[in-house]
């Protein structure tokens, strides 16, 4: 059984970092898996941040290019998200999660395994 758990989360102000972090525990039954940043705004749908897959390729969402990077530290077992030049809009809860296969599609019903969210949030 696959268990994430995100950290990093909190209060930052408008322009400023954060670095988001998932320990990844257990093995991936699958020797091609992605892991994903997603995240949930109030009254608002999930949606996806940024993947990477281990063979890999990466991908983001257009509303973060340029500002977050997505890492996998495949010896320490952690997915990671360095955030830049954070807005209001990136305020929301930001989740883990992971899915078998090597095709990366930031849609959330194709992952498998969730972490429980970080809340981070931008004050303006």
């Known amino acids: 059984q696959v268990q994430l758990v995100e950290s990093g989360g909190g209060p930052v102000e408008s322009g400023g970092s954060l670095r988001l972090s998932c320990k990844v525990s257990?093995?991936?039954?699958?020797?091609?898996?992605?892991m994903a940043w997603f995240r949930q705004a109030p009254g608002k749908e999930r949606e996806g941040v940024a993947g990477?897959?281990?063979?890999?390729?990466?991908g983001y969402a257009d509303s973060v290019k340029g500002r977050f990077t997505i890492s996998h530290d495949l010896g320490k077992n952690t997915l990671s998200l360095q955030m830049n030049d954070l807005k209001s809009e990136d305020t929301a809860m930001y989740y883990c999660?992971?899915?078998?296969?090597?095709?990366?599609?930031?849609?959330?019903?194709?992952?498998?395994?969730w972490g429980q969210g970080t809340q981070v949030t931008v004050e303006t």
């Open positions: 999660a992971a899915k078998f296969g090597s095709r990366l599609d930031l849609v959330s019903y194709m992952f498998d395994y």
């Open positions: 257990g093995n991936m039954p699958s020797s091609q898996y992605c």
């Open positions: 990477i897959c281990n063979d890999g390729n990466s």
